[in-house]
């Protein structure tokens, strides 16, 4: 069995490969969906606001750290060998950051926010929101969120493949992989 051919995760190049790909996973995961929050909400100074900047190149920053490190987190979760079936593919990668975006979606959103936005005091997210009629901001607020979960969750288990899978292959991305 040669170094490429473990999926044990016992090889450390192997293993390093995952966490890098995690991470990258998680960064570029995480600039499509600020894109998506950004655009559909202009919800970066708020996310800046809760280090306490509220601007949006803080809000990136912010968002931008988080994202690579959920990426990280991704791999601590998913790298493990119950999962290692749907690791071997890129729809199972998908189905896997899909999951991933899910969990951190509620996590972030039911959890993480509402206790952030408490202990500043806060009594309401103050988002802006679309003027879309017949919507109400609830509604408009959870489906950019959700949308842009959904987006990170695809991109991250895309990159993840790219980086792990020989047949995942994604032509802007330069791996050779041979390296894989």
Partial sequence: M???DRSDGSDPAVAERRW???AVGGLVAG???????????????TIGA???????????AVHLFNSTLFGGLFVAVFDRSFFADLRGDVGGCLSLGVVHSALLGMLTGGLLLPAAIAIEGATSLPVPTLPVPGLTAS?????????????????LGRVFAAFTLAEGDIA?????????
């Avoid at 600039?31 to 919800?43: N, R």
């Avoid at 509604?139 to 991109?155: D, K, Q, R, S, W």
């Avoid at 802007?172 to 390296?179: C, E, N, T």
């Fill in 20 to 22: 890098r790909a995690g």
């Fill in 139 to 155: 509604f408009e607020f959870g489906a950019v969120i959700a949308v842009a979960h959904l987006l990170y969750g695809l991109v």
């Fill in 50 to 60: 809760l280090v306490g900047v509220e601007t949006v190149l803080a809000g990136w």
């Fill in 172 to 180: 802007w991305l330069p791996i050779d992989p041979v390296d894989r």
């Fill in 2 to 4: 040669s170094h490429s």
């Fill in 31 to 45: 600039t499509a969906m600020g894109a998506v929050l950004h655009v559909g909400l202009g919800l970066m100074p």
